[in-house]
C-alpha cells in the first residue's frame, strides 16, 4: 500500500488515518487536552475518514487511584495501574466523544498478536469492522497480560505497526513537542527539522526524551523509528504536538513530515 498523501495541505483528503498520542500529553496536568484532542478526531471522522487512536497513558491514569506518587518500576505494579487506568481513560474518553455521537471501541493488542498470523488477522478484522459500523478504535498495548519479554515497548512502535495493518493514509505522533529538532529543543542551537526524506538517515540528530519525566516511555528516537517503519510501508508521518493536532488534521503545515517510501514501478 502506498498513500496518495504526500504532503500536510493533503492531510484533509486522507480517507484513514492514525493517530497516537503519548501518557504525558493527556494525563496529570494535560488531562484536559482529551477534549482538545477528541474535537480534532471528530472533525476528521465528520468528514468521513476513518480515525484510529492509539492512547498511552493507562498506566498513568491509574496512578493516582493506586495513591502513587511516580510510575512504579515492578511488573505486577505497573499491570495494577493499567489495569485501573484503562478504565478511567476510555471512560474520558467516551465522555468527550459523546458530544459528538460518536462511540469508541477499546482494542487491547500485545505483540504476540501481531506476531501471530491469525490474531493478527483477527485485529485486523476486529478493526476493520469497527470502523465499517462508524465506531472509532481506540488502541493500547495490554499491559495487564504483557510481561518485559513480550512487550511491544512503547505506543509509538504500536502505531507504526496499527497503521500498516490497516493501510492507513496517514500516521500522526503527537508528543509534546512540536516537531523534530537537530537536538533536544530545549538546548542552543537547536534546529526545527520540517521534512525527512524517504532516505535521510538523520545521522547528525542528536535525539532527547519527548513527554513528562516519569510517565511516558516513549523520546524523540522512539518516534523517529516508528514514522520509518510506517514510512517503509508507505504510510507517511507527521511529528507534532498535541495542542496542535487540530491544525495538523485541518492541513496546515507543521511539525515534521515524514516522506513514505516512494512509488515505483512495481508499486504502483
Request: hydrophobic share 45%; with cysteine; proline share 4%.
Amino acid at each position: 500500500m502506498l498513500s496518495e498523501i504526500r504532503s500536510c495541505s493533503q492531510i484533509p483528503l486522507a480517507r484513514r488515518i492514525v493517530v497516537k498520542v503519548g501518557s504525558s500529553s493527556i494525563s496529570g496536568a494535560n488531562a484536559g487536552q482529551i477534549e482538545h484532542l477528541v474535537d480534532a478526531l471528530a472533525a476528521a471522522h465528520g468528514r468521513g475518514a476513518d480515525v484510529v487512536l492509539v492512547s498511552s497513558g493507562a498506566i498513568a491514569t491509574g496512578m493516582p487511584y493506586l495513591k502513587l506518587d511516580g510510575r512504579p518500576t515492578d511488573l505486577a505494579t505497573q499491570q495494577a495501574a493499567a489495569a485501573v487506568g484503562q478504565t478511567m481513560l476510555i471512560v474520558r474518553y467516551q465522555d468527550s466523544f459523546d458530544r459528538y455521537g460518536i462511540v469508541a471501541g477499546q482494542v487491547l493488542l500485545t505483540a504476540s498478536d501481531i506476531d501471530n498470523p491469525t490474531h493478527r488477522d483477527n485485529a485486523r478484522n476486529s478493526m476493520e469492522r469497527l470502523m465499517g459500523l462508524r465506531i472509532l478504535p481506540i488502541v493500547n498495548e495490554n499491559d495487564t497480560v504483557a510481561t518485559e519479554e513480550i512487550r511491544l515497548g512503547d505506543n509509538d512502535g504500536l502505531a507504526a505497526l496499527v497503521a500498516r495493518l490497516i493501510q492507513a493514509d496517514l500516521l500522526v505522533l503527537l508528543s509534546d513537542v512540536d516537531a523534530l529538532y537537530t537536538k533536544p529543543p530545549h538546548e542552543p542551537g537547536a534546529v526545527k527539522i520540517s521534512h525527512v526524506a524517504f532516505d535521510d538517515d538523520l545521522g547528525g540528530v542528536q535525539f532527547g526524551g519527548i513527554g513528562a519525566a516519569g510517565v511516558g516511555s516513549g523520546g524523540a528516537g522512539t518516534k523517529v523509528s516508528a514514522a520509518k517503519l510506517a514510512a517503509r510501508a508507505g504510510t507517511p508521518v507527521l511529528l507534532t504536538a498535541t495542542k496542535d493536532v487540530a491544525a495538523a488534521l485541518e492541513g496546515k503545515p507543521i511539525g515534521t513530515w515524514f516522506d513514505a517510501v516512494p512509488a515505483t514501478p512495481d508499486t504502483l
